[in-house]
């Protein structure tokens, strides 16, 4: 059973950092696609950083430059570091995996990931 389990979240005032972790149980994160997610309240859930098999990384434009996706596959655990927090960045985090060995995209789509988190919640105060 693939279980993702995230920590890290917090309250952090404007230009803050974060780390958080995705602990992964039942899935080997060396071979495919791992992602980054955030849902604002009342928006949609949006794709933030992604890595594949090889350490490609993709990010979205909003946070390109402020936030770094990384991994250890021995490990099993992805990471996402966030500088330069804003309060846009507010929302609850969620770590995904998929099934997609290469992964470089523009736009980092749910669809392509098939195992979710419960989510850690990210609060960045003015």
Known sequence: ????????GGSVQTGG???????????SI???????F??????????????DSAGRTSYADSVNGRFTISKDNAQYTLYL???N?????TGVY?????RLPVYITR???SSDFNYWGQGTQVTVSP
């Open 94 to 98: 969620y770590c995904a995996a998929g």
């Open 107 to 109: 736009t980092i789509e």
């Open 30 to 36: 060396s071979n495919y696609n791992m992602g980054w």
């Open 17 to 27: 950092s974060l780390r958080l972790s995705c602990a992964v149980y039942g899935y």
């Open 38 to 51: 955030r849902q604002a309240p009342e928006k949609e859930r949006e794709g933030v950083a992604s890595i």
């Open 1 to 8: 059973q693939v279980q993702l389990v995230e920590s890290g």
């Open 85 to 89: 927090l804003k309060p846009e960045d």
């Open 81 to 83: 570091e966030m500088n």
